[in-house]
């Protein structure tokens, strides 16, 4: 079993949508919990992230982390052709240690 | 917000000869450094992490003697693929840590070719 779980897509959806993008992990250990978005053939950036439980709100973008079932989310709203990307999920316990990352969810935001 | 340039962005070398991609933290002091490989619609896979003045430390299945990392200043990590085969063709992206969460910072990545 991966420790941190994702759903490649590929999603696609309307223009002004409310996009969810989930990840499930399996290591109690991690505390810190990241979204990273990814153009082709860039490098990731990151977009959010959140330490334990609870949600965390920039703009159109909210993270939430339910640890008590593992799961984290990311949710767009209003969404924008220039929204799509490869999101990436990714946890750490922190301390310095490596990211553990998810597979990533191909999103395209159509006209 | 904290930078990190990655050259070259793209290379193509011939088969058995090496290569070198550098990783520079433009505007902080990175304490850890990460490499990564990407294959096609694949998530990053971790290969080593390294810390300023200490060997890397490779991810199980990583041939060291192969990606040798080099970390000798708080700004500026290397990646050399060495004897490198078409296999090696890939995606390589680093990271840089400048001590708290928000320092995992990405550089653009490096295009490797093989032919």
């Known amino acids: 079993q991966k420790e941190v779980e994702q759903d490649p897509g590929p999603l696609s959806v309307p223009e002004g949508a409310i996009v969810s993008l989930n990840c499930t992990y399996s290591n109690s250990a991690f505390q810190y919990f990241m979204w990273y978005r990814q153009y082709s053939r860039k490098g990731p950036e990151l977009l959010m992230y959140?330490?334990?439980?609870g949600n965390k709100e920039d703009g159109r973008f909210t993270a939430q982390v339910d640890k008590s079932s593992k799961y984290i989310s990311l949710f767009i709203r209003d969404s924008q052709p220039s929204d799509s990307a490869t999101y990436l999920c990714?946890?750490?316990?922190?301390?310095?240690?490596?990211?553990?990352f998810g597979t990533g969810t191909q999103l395209k935001v159509e006209l | 917000g904290a930078v990190v340039s990655q050259h070259p962005s793209r290379v193509i070398c011939k088969s058995g000869t090496s290569v070198k991609i550098e990783c520079r933290s433009l505007d902080f002091q990175a304490t850890t450094m990460f490499w990564y490989r990407q294959f096609p619609k694949k998530s990053l896979m971790l290969m080593a992490t390294?810390?300023?003045?200490?060997?890397?430390?490779?991810e199980q299945g990583v041939e060291k003697d192969k990606f040798l990392i080099n970390h000798a200043s708080l700004t500026l990590s290397t990646l050399t693929v060495t004897s490198a085969h078409p296999e090696d063709s890939s995606f390589y992206i680093c990271s840089a840590r400048a001590g708290d969460i928000d320092g995992y910072t990405f550089g653009s990545g490096t295009r490797l070719t093989v032919v």
């Open positions: 959140t330490y334990s439980s």
């Open positions: 390294s810390n300023e003045g200490s060997k890397a430390t490779y």
């Open positions: 990714a946890s750490t316990s922190g301390g310095g240690n490596k990211l553990t």
